[in-house]
């Protein structure tokens, strides 16, 4: 997999002047035309992990692979990414247009917690097909962006915050539903699941072939989270309809089927990556998930 790519690599591939607030290392934003960035021979960014946070609207055709995902977009879509998932986005029609916005999450520092919001978040929806209507919609708020950051206003970026917080509240509105569980954390099993959950996403994605990941087992993480394994077991239970063990596992077989297909390291560098000492239980493993070989899902995917 290529080296996660910070803003400064963003600005380099775009040859774009580097912004003076990234040098400070302060919170930045900013607003692009997806044609004025890309240009008319729209070419496939690679697969890699982005430092910073992105909302695009998008109009066209494309493809987005997304963690290990393959998301189609037919027409217009709106489309998050932040920094822990690794994406890759292919344009199928000759001409996409859009907008997009890039920031980080000092940016939003004392106005808000990015990470909380279920599209920021690893198993969240980062993509929204939108109607012809909804796409207008979004449309016009990204314009209202382009208006703030070119005005003279003193507190132009506290109003571009509010503009963003716009987008992600409207976007959400969309399919209200699957959010509400989400915002209800406050008692105590919904804290520990939380945790876990974020324990359990900092040890991805995994990079070069010499990065192993620490944790492995329900105990480890038990121990690290500083409870026991069956309280550990019994909340995951209550607030995943899963058990520990396979939450673990359901989160080591995405990053081995993402390697799988994104990397050509070899069976045994991916296993000792997702902690198998030993190649054979790495390929017993992923054989009784996927009904597959890793060397043979590598050929059904990449052919």
């Known amino acids: 997999m290529n080296k996660s790519q910070t803003l400064e690599d963003f600005y380099n591939f775009g040859n774009s002047c580097l912004p003076s607030d ?14 004025d960035f890309i240009g008319e021979n729209t070419k496939p960014i690679a ?3 982005r430092l ?3 909302i695009t609207l998008i109009f066209g055709k494309s493809r987005l692979y997304y963690a290990d995902k393959v998301i189609d977009i037919e027409e217009q879509a709106l489309v998050f990414s932040n920094p822990q998932i690794p994406y890759s986005w292919e344009s199928i029609d000759d001409t ?16 808000g917690s990015l990470s909380e919001y279920p599209v920021f978040q690893p198993n969240g929806n980062p993509v929204y097909n939108l109607s012809k209507e909804q796409a207008e919609h979004f449309q016009e708020i990204f314009q209202k962006m ?5 005005s003279d206003y003193v507190y132009k970026y506290d109003v571009l915050k509010n503009i963003v917080f716009e987008v992600l509240h409207t976007a959400m509105k969309l399919h209200p539903i699957n959010f509400i569980t989400n ?3 406050s008692n105590g099993p919904e804290r520990v699941s939380s945790l876990f959950m974020e324990l359990l996403e900092r040890q ?3 990079e070069n072939v010499n990065q192993q990941i620490e944790l492995r087992s329900a105990s480890e993480y038990a121990n690290r989270l500083n409870i026991h394994i069956n309280h550990l077991n019994r909340v995951l239970k209550e607030t995943t309809q899963q058990t520990t063990s396979d939450i673990i596992a359901s989160r080591n077989l995405k990053e ?4 799988l297909i994104h990397t050509n390291w070899n069976i045994s560098q991916i296993g000792y990556c997702l902690g198998f000492e030993e190649t054979a239980n790495f390929s017993n493993f992923f054989k009784k998930h996927m009904d597959v070989s890793p060397a043979n899902f590598r050929k059904q995917m990449i052919v």
């Open 256 to 259: 081995a089927k993402i390697l």
């Open 183 to 185: 915002h209800q954390s």
């Open 96 to 111: 996409q247009l859009g907008f997009f916005c890039v920031f980080t999450e000092s940016f939003f520092q004392q106005f």
């Open 204 to 206: 991805f994605p995994i």
């Open 52 to 54: 910073y946070f992105k």
């Open 47 to 49: 697969f890699n992990r």
């Open 22 to 35: 990234l040098k400070k290392g302060i919170g930045h934003f900013n607003i692009f035309n997806l044609q």
């Open 146 to 150: 382009f208006t703030e950051i070119n």
